[in-house]
């Protein structure tokens, strides 16, 4: 099994609300990743969670809020976005954070739009 | 600091044909990873080859071929003969020995394939 499953594919939230994206992978990786991508542009780092605990930030408001609750679940929690936070979200995981010799694999994203 | 090329934005070609994407790569590591990722309209980043710098032997997986040439900083992709499901934006992409406490990649602006029937 090398998948990386997230909830919701799709997702619609006004600027007020409050909703969670959901990642999940049964392939016993300890490193989990968050990248946002924007229409016809590459993929852009987020977040990265290394055996449950958070290890890179990159500068991301505080809007939205990640969190890793296990070794195979990892949520983005977001509130009071803006119009310009919609894009693809897009959740990968990898074996290790310190061994380089393997790839991420990625999710199909949650196509994000906000009103 | 470390920096991925996709020049080419968009290629089209006809079904069959053979067609190269090209990536040229700068990094001041000696031990450096480089891949190449598909995307489909679905979304979901599908992973297709992972390069070591110390691996130069090119490789062949069926239609797909890959020339890695560290003298020109440079991991070429090739698909022969190519199919209407090959239509994908296609990324190649960096991940330094160095590159601070987690492997990151660097994606290069990727490109965007479009094979005609």
């Known amino acids: 099994d090398t998948e990386v499953t997230q909830t919701p594919k799709h997702l619609v939230m006004g600027m007020t609300n409050k909703k969670s994206l959901k990642c999940e992978q049964h392939?016993?990786?300890?490193?989990m990743y968050w990248y946002k991508q924007k229409a016809k542009k590459p993929p852009e780092l987020m977040f990265v969670y290394s055996y449950e605990k958070l290890s890179i930030n990159e500068s991301v408001p505080s809007r939205f809020s990640p969190e890793c609750p296990n070794s195979s679940l990892l949520n983005l929690h977001l509130h009071a976005l803006q119009p310009e936070d919609s894009a693809l979200y897009l959740c990968?995981?990898?074996?290790?954070?310190?061994?380089?010799?393997?790839?991420?694999?990625f999710g199909q994203g949650t196509r994000l739009t906000v009103v | 600091a470390q920096k991925v090329t996709q020049a080419q934005t968009e290629i089209s070609v006809v079904e069959k044909e053979d067609v190269t994407l090209d990536c040229v790569y700068e990094t001041r590591d000696t031990t450096y990873y480089l891949f190449w990722y598909k995307q489909p309209p679905s979304g979901e980043l599908v992973f297709l080859i992972r390069?070591?710098?110390?691996?130069?032997q090119n490789e062949i997986s069926g239609r797909y071929s890959w020339n890695f040439q560290k003298s020109t900083s440079s991991f070429n992709f090739t698909i022969t003969a190519s199919q209407v499901v090959d239509s994908a934006v296609y990324f190649c992409?960096?991940?330094?020995?160095?590159?601070?406490?987690?492997?990151?990649?660097?994606f290069g602006s990727g490109t965007q394939l479009t094979v005609l029937p």
């Open positions: 390069r070591n710098s110390f691996d130069e």
């Open positions: 990968a995981s990898s074996q290790d954070l310190g061994i380089m010799n393997t790839e991420a694999f």
């Open positions: 992409a960096l991940s330094e020995e160095n590159s601070g406490s987690a492997r990151q990649l660097t």
């Open positions: 392939m016993g990786h300890r490193a």
